[in-house]
């Protein structure tokens, strides 16, 4: 099946590739079969060790065959046009992080295969993925959400193979990213209608550490004090009573819905009692209560933009951009 040729122009650990291929394509080889060992086809054509595995490894990392310890390799996709495998862990799914997938997806090429993992906010989950991964993938985007310190557990990948999406923490800096500038969105945000904000009597952050960035707390309280407004932090809004003059700044849509059941059950008007700024847009969010103000990066944009550096190979580092569309809850 495999038979390497000396002096026709491709390099061996290609033909290696190439016999693997067709022999998949014309249904030699099927999805769970055990291929050749290393040692095998090494003995049967005068290579080097690191040549075969060089040729493992590219098919490993697309996604074509999978090795298993002790026992060797096998077929795991018959889909032999994919010519990258791309590892993408995200904290979350919501709709907007949907539409930052689907962003990416599309403009990569139907050729690249995107495996998603979520580690929901988990260090240990976190590094387990990552660890149970480190040599399976052309391309490695991680988001590492509010964890600090993650490099050494990062520093497991090739430092050329992986880029960061979102929160872009000091330990990381030198890796290519597309990220969001937390601190200064809220900040420059809440100044651009600081004359609205000042209608209210405080201004209340939701704000949970298990989720949130700090940058967005340092952004609020900068902002707050900065302009001598009366401020206060609240982790959710479970049990709390709702009063009027009060303005919210509510990250997470479950807290955003809460205070719109809370106002309701209160007898509150929105923006005439209670303001909201939400985060993160959303098509539900310009119809609800006649319209939600929100603070959000274009999602779309990050996924295009992420794409582009993957396949441009560029070494980059991009503030993704944000605005604040203003409704009818300020």
Known sequence: MINVKNHIGVPKYKQIINAIEKAISEGELQKGDQIPSINQIKNDNKLSRDTVLTAFNEL?????ITSIVGKGYYVSSENVTVT????????ELNSFKED???AFIDHLGSNIKVDIYFHHFNRNTF????????ENYNYYVIMPANFINTKSIIGQLPKDKVYILDQLHSDLKDYPAVYQNFEKSIFNNLTSVLESIKKYQKLILVFSDDKQPDAMQNGFIA???NHNISYGLVEHLKDKMLQEGELYIIPED???LRLIKKMKTQGLIMAQ?????????????EIVEGGITTISTDFEGMGKRLAEMILAKDQLQIENPNQLI????L
């Open 60 to 64: 490993k990392n697309r996604g074509i």
């Open 84 to 91: 990258q495998n791309i590892f993408l862990l995200f904290d």
């Open 100 to 102: 930052l997938y689907n």
């Open 127 to 134: 590094k387990k993925i990552i660890s149970d991964n480190k």
């Open 223 to 225: 902002f707050c004090e």
């Open 254 to 256: 479950k807290d955003l």
């Open 273 to 285: 009692d209670i303001g909201v700024i939400s985060y993160n847009e959303t098509l539900l969010k």
């Open 326 to 329: 203003i409704r009818n809850s």
